[in-house]
């Protein structure tokens, strides 16, 4: 069983910044992506970031340039550095890693992130 354990979601004013962390344990032999979506009640989910295990970085348009993935490969984590927040960016953060043997994908519990003034 894999276990994703998501932390650092909250309540920030426009322009502030968050970071986002999600830790992945269990029976997980090697994670090749790691990532992020979001979902609102209107947009629905929406992706945000991939991370590849060599470090190469994809991002959705609308956080091009204020979002930061990062990953810690021997504590199996990724991060979200997020910043120049937006009332748009307020939605519930989800993580995901993709099993590199498997090829299964697992989810965290997804943390809520709240940009309001």
């Known amino acids: 069983q894999v276990r994703l354990v998501e932390s650092g979601g909250g309540l920030v004013q426009p322009g502030g910044s968050l970071r986002l962390s999600c830790a992945a344990s269990?029976?997980?032999?090697?994670?090749?992506?790691m990532g992020w979506y979001r979902r609102t009640p209107g947009n629905g989910r929406e992706w945000v970031a991939t991370?590849?295990?060599?470090?190469?970085?994809n991002y959705a348009d609308s956080v091009k340039g204020r979002f930061a993935i990062s990953r810690d490969n021997p504590k199996n984590t990724v991060y979200l550095q997020m910043n120049s927040l937006k009332p748009d960016d307020t939605a519930v953060y989800y993580c995901y890693v993709t099993d590199r043997i498997t090829r299964n994908d697992y989810w965290g519990q997804g943390t809520q992130v709240t940009v309001s003034s």
């Open positions: 991370i590849r295990e060599g470090g190469s970085t």
């Open positions: 269990g029976s997980i032999f090697s994670i090749n992506y």
